[in-house]
């Protein structure tokens, strides 16, 4: 198994990817610590996980709350003993997210702070775990809007993962001579609840698909397999990488 003996904590472990990539990586050996927001469906996680054969913990709490995440990272390591690997997962893409121009400011900080801010106090606690473990693997998502432009704007969202690549560069110079390995993965459209919302329409969804060579949308499984490859021992020499799982959209000029 390819995580077998690792202890990995996952947020937005609730749904979709966070999801998938939780049963994944439990799958492959992996003890997971589950962290959402919502408590019932990071319970239902862990159930699924230990139902599988796997092991568990379910923390529900903000990403952005900093507290919230000091007792996540403590409570995991207090139960599995230590912490290897860090998927940071949670993060939000509201409807009201639209361009610079017109957007409010409460929606620019609320995403900010939950796909940024969020992100950098997991790195905060769990980092020094990892380090404290022997060293280990943070991966964060991205997205391929970090690295193009969009006619559809969603600035907020599309700042907040720009800055998630420069801030994973940094990492990855910082603790990679401390054994911790930081990549970013940047997946394009994958089909999940967040996505769906943005579908209010057939057109809203075809305006998006036909930009896809590949000629449909990501799965959640798309983006758990790269995870898990980046979080294995066999990336032991990737490092300060953002890796693309998108389709080709990025690479599509028309």
């Excluded at 993060?91 to 361009?99: C, L, V, Y």
């Excluded at 280990?136 to 690549?165: E, H, M, R, W």
């Excluded at 579908?199 to 000629?215: S, V, W």
Aim: charged share 20%.
């Amino acid at each position: 198994m390819r995580l077998e003996n690792k202890v990995v904590l996952i947020t937005g472990a609730g749904s979709g990817m966070g999801r998938e990539v939780a049963l994944l990586f439990a799958k492959e050996g992996a003890r997971v610590v589950l962290n959402d927001l919502v408590p019932e469906t990071v319970e239902e996680t862990a159930q699924m996980v230990t139902q599988a054969g796997g092991a568990a913990i379910a923390i529900a709490g903000n990403v952005a709350d900093e507290a919230d995440v000091e007792k996540t990272v403590k409570a995991g390591v207090e139960k599995f003993g230590k912490l290897d690997t860090l998927y940071n997962n949670a993060g939000i893409m509201p409807n009201e997210d639209e361009s610079v121009t017109t957007m409010k400011p409460d929606v620019w900080r609320r995403v900010l702070d939950v796909n940024l801010n969020g992100l950098a106090l997991c790195c905060k606690y769990g980092i020094p775990q990892i380090i404290k473990a022997g060293g280990g693997a943070v991966v964060n998502v991205a997205s391929f809007v970090a690295l193009v432009g969009c006619s559809v704007p969603q600035d907020a969202y599309t700042a907040s993962k720009g800055a998630v690549i420069a801030l994973t560069q940094s990492l990855a110079v910082q603790f990679g001579p401390k054994g911790v390995r930081s990549n970013a993965i940047c997946p394009g459209p994958i089909i999940t609840p967040l996505m769906e919302t943005l579908f209010a329409t057939e057109a809203a969804k075809m305006l998006r698909l036909n930009r896809i060579p590949m000629g449909r949308f990501g799965q959640p499984h798309d983006v758990a397999y790269a995870a898990l490859f980046l979080a294995s021992d066999e990336a032991s020499w990737i490092n300060g990488a953002s890796l693309v799982v998108d389709g080709g959209i990025t690479v599509n000029y028309f």
